[in-house]
């Protein structure tokens, strides 16, 4: 099976515009989860979606949105962004909720100037 | 909710030595932990994971043992080779619906 796959891998942007990143789960697999990584927070959970719903929010400013499709690809949504949204975006699949592997994708790179 | 501790920060051993990274954490309704390795420029790849219905499982050279009475885990890494140099992440959940928490990683080098 193919892995988890992320659009794009890297991303550069400026302060104050939005970004859109796309992530596609393994197939078969229902839920997807986001994570932020940095080096000084490590990886901070986002949301998660299973079935198009979303399931569980971290700790982020509602400016992080996401959603997910009736195939089960997922996309996340960064709008007024701040130089501190630099950072490693990481989307994690798994079959089920809670329990369950998560197989992460490559991550996408975004650089905020 | 929950919060995993994970030591050391960095680790530096010699190849063919082993290498222990240790985990923390604070919810006793926690039961999966599973280990994760990061090589630079990719995303983590999960290499072990233990439920608490058993205290170890080992895959070759890694293994993982759990304590749930003093609620830590650990990872071993026996016989390292420079191609284990990575970040190292531990994280657990209540396999419930709620999100895995992930410590904030151990730089492993191998040194040949």
């Known amino acids: 099976k193919a892995g988890v796959t992320q659009t794009p891998r890297y991303l550069i942007k400026t302060r104050g515009q939005q970004v859109t990143l796309s992530c596609s789960p393994i197939?078969?697999?229902?839920?997807v989860s986001w994570y932020q990584q940095t080096p000084g927070q490590g990886l901070q959970f986002l949301f998660e979606y299973f079935s198009e719903t979303q399931r569980n929010k971290g700790n982020f400013p509602g400016r992080f949105s996401g959603r997910q499709f009736s195939n089960s690809r997922s996309e996340m949504n960064v709008s007024t962004l701040e130089l501190g949204d630099s950072a490693l975006y990481l989307c994690?699949?798994?079959?089920?909720?809670?329990?369950?592997?998560?197989?992460f994708g490559p991550g996408t790179r975004l650089l905020v100037l | 909710g929950e919060n995993v501790e994970q030591h050391p920060s960095t680790l530096s051993v010699q190849e063919g030595d082993s290498a222990v990274i240790k985990c923390t954490y604070s919810d006793s309704a926690s039961n999966y932990f599973p280990w994760y390795k990061q090589e630079l420029g990719k995303g983590p790849q999960l290499i072990i994971d233990i439920r608490s219905n058993v205290g170890e499982k080992k895959d070759q050279r890694i293994a993982v043992t759990l304590n749930k009475t003093a609620k830590h885990f650990s990872l071993h890494i026996t016989e390292t080779q420079p191609e284990d140099s990575a970040v190292y992440f531990c994280a657990a959940s209540d396999s419930g619906n709620t999100p895995l928490v992930f410590g904030k990683g151990t730089r492993l080098s191998v040194i040949a």
């Open positions: 994690a699949s798994s079959s089920g909720l809670g329990g369950e592997t998560q197989y």
């Open positions: 197939s078969g697999h229902r839920s």
